[in-house]
């Protein structure tokens, strides 16, 4: 019987924002990464070049839109062109981490769309599907003509978790937006659940105004679905440590840590920060910091995808 992968053959290749992810995925499946070659030339424009036969296959591009964020977009599109000219027979992006996902509604006058515009790219490069993870707004999945298959990082956050005693613990959303998020842990976890009244007077900068429910003498686990310049985070932990809060451990798909965000996190009262690896991170940079890897389920769902089965069947 030949292997899963050999039937209508699969192959997975990787751009430059985060091979270790990609060679995880590769192991799993056991079979090796494609080979590609994804370069510069020497004005700064990418130089991309398919060096084995892809024709016919199913082809899973591993590439997150992270910083630099421009540079990796780009580089994804270019490869996704350069498989649809190799006449690859589908071409899968796989994008952990979508950048520019908060861009995803006129909010005010005179402003783009930027997350339907990189959809409208993907589709255009010539991508047939999308598989990510933990998409910053499930709407966004609308903004495509093409399939989307929106994963989630639970499983392996519920995972970390599991043997840990929970019997003094509470879930904390740190804003209104990630309130879903937050209750599907609450439940799974049976938990109860606290809400953070936050607020944006600017970009990049939050403000608490409220707490809805109590923290007092209880370790609090932040569920959300990244963490940027640490703001929210940051500001939701100091306002749950003032209100009592015994302990801080906060969860976070993607850790994007732009400008001051690990000294930030370094000054706060969180205890423990556990990302997962669907954008690379140097845990150098400080102690709180722990890694979970998605590359299972990844692997899982391009297996699935590959074989023409449920992904969704993955999360139930």
């Given at each position: ?15 430059n ?17 494609g ?9 700064g ?14 082809c899973y ?20 062109d350069?498989?649809?000219?190799a ?7 796989v994008i952990p ?7 995803d ?6 402003v ?22 933990d998409?910053?707004?499930p709407?966004?999945q ?6 989307v298959d ?18 003094n613990t509470?879930v904390?959303s ?15 976890l049976?938990l ?8 944006r007077p ?21 569920f ?10 940051t ?22 840590l ?8 370094n000054?706060s009262?969180?205890?423990?920060v ?15 910091f ?8 990844l ?6 995808n590959?074989?023409r ?6 999360f139930?």
């Open positions: 019987m030949r292997r899963y992968w050999e039937q209508g053959e699969l192959k997975i290749f990787s751009g924002s985060n091979k270790s992810l990609a060679l995880k995925i590769s192991e799993i499946l056991g079979m090796p990464l080979n590609i070659k994804v370069a510069r030339f020497a004005d424009e990418i130089d991309v070049k398919i060096l084995e036969n892809v024709r016919g296959a199913d591009v591993v590439q997150s839109t992270c910083n630099p964020v421009n540079e990796n977009l780009m580089e994804l599109l270019i490869m996704i350069a498989f649809k000219r006449s690859a027979g589908r071409i899968i992006a981490y979508f950048g520019y996902a908060r861009a509604r006129k909010a005010e006058p005179r783009p769309i930027s997350a339907k515009l990189v959809a409208d790219l993907l589709t255009v490069s010539g991508a047939d599907r999308v598989i990510t993870i998409l910053h707004a709407q966004i609308g903004f495509f003509d093409i399939p929106n994963l989630y990082a639970r499983p392996v956050f519920l995972d970390y978790i599991k043997g840990m005693d929970l019997s509470i904390v740190p804003d209104i937006g990630s309130v879903d998020r937050a209750r599907s842990f609450a439940k799974k049976d109860g659940l606290v809400i953070v009244d936050k607020r600017k970009p990049n900068m939050a403000e608490v105004y409220n707490i809805i429910g109590s923290v007092n003498g209880l370790n609090c686990l932040i959300d679905d990244m963490i940027d310049t640490g703001g929210t985070l500001s939701v932990a100091n306002a749950i440590k003032k209100a009592g809060a015994k302990s801080i451990m906060a969860f976070a798909t993607h850790s994007v732009s400008k001051d965000a690990v000294s930030k996190i000054d009262p969180i205890d423990s556990v990302f997962t690896d669907t954008i690379p991170i140097d845990l150098s940079k400080c102690d709180k722990k890694v979970v890897s998605v590359s299972k389920i692997a899982e769902a391009i297996k699935r590959h074989l089965e449920s992904v969704s069947e993955l139930d």
